[in-house]
């Protein structure tokens, strides 16, 4: 199968601003919070995921999609099972890579830095925001780890239903929770045509911040 080389979705620069090193004077958050409510207005499904980079055992890159469930000034915040391949993979190398990629808009965010789990409590509110479904879901769930059949899969959500009855409430499954992505590294990537693309990067250094361009 041949993939075309286009252009389509590539906005041109008469249709919106460049991208530009001045946009980052307030910081890295600002613009990306801005992006971000472009894409939910633009109608993009899921607009809030992420790419997420980790190394395994063998130091080969993983990735998967999960999804941002909080962004401000001390980083990006995702939930996940500890045990779960990236939780592990996270504890042995505590440092990630995550990508927002919104094709419709041609604009993507990349952002890089050490990792870390979250307070309880942090984890505890944002549990108990979820639906039912999903909370029976992390408990039926082990996540990353092979099973035989679907079957057997969703007589593990029934056993978690009759378990935790719709009076009773859910805790939160032992070893799940939050892990913040501290920004050490935040590049911003903005299509143009003939592949001539913008790209900022910002990167951290001591208590403070450069900004360069990027060649595309």
Request: with cysteine; glycine share 10%; hydrophobic share 35%.
């Amino acid at each position: 199968m041949r993939v075309g080389y286009g252009h389509q979705g590539i906005a041109g620069p008469s249709e919106e601003s460049d991208l530009d090193a001045e946009q980052l004077t307030d910081g890295w958050l600002p613009l990306m919070r801005r992006w971000l409510e472009d894409a939910v207005e633009a109608g993009i499904p899921e607009p809030n995921a992420m790419t997420l980079g980790t190394v395994d055992e063998n130091g080969h890159p993983c990735t998967r999609t999960v999804l941002c469930k909080g962004l401000s000034s001390a980083g990006v915040l995702f939930f996940t099972n500890y045990d779960s391949d990236k939780g592990r993979q996270l504890a042995a190398v505590p440092y990630a890579s995550a990508t927002f990629t919104w094709v419709p808009i041609a604009k993507q965010i990349t952002v890089r830095g050490p990792a870390e789990r979250v307070s309880a409590e942090v984890t505890d509110e944002y549990w108990h925001s979820r639906p039912r479904g999903s909370r029976l879901g992390a408990w039926a769930s082990e996540q990353s780890r092979p099973i035989g059949s679907r079957t057997e899969l969703d007589a593990a959500l029934l056993h978690v239903a009759e378990r935790f009855r719709v009076d009773v409430d859910i805790p939160v499954r032992p070893n799940w929770g939050g892990i913040l992505i501290r920004p050490e590294v935040v590049e911003f990537w903005q299509g143009r045509a003939n592949r001539m693309h913008n790209r900022i990067r910002t990167s951290r250094h001591g208590d403070g911040w450069t900004v360069e361009r990027l060649q595309p």
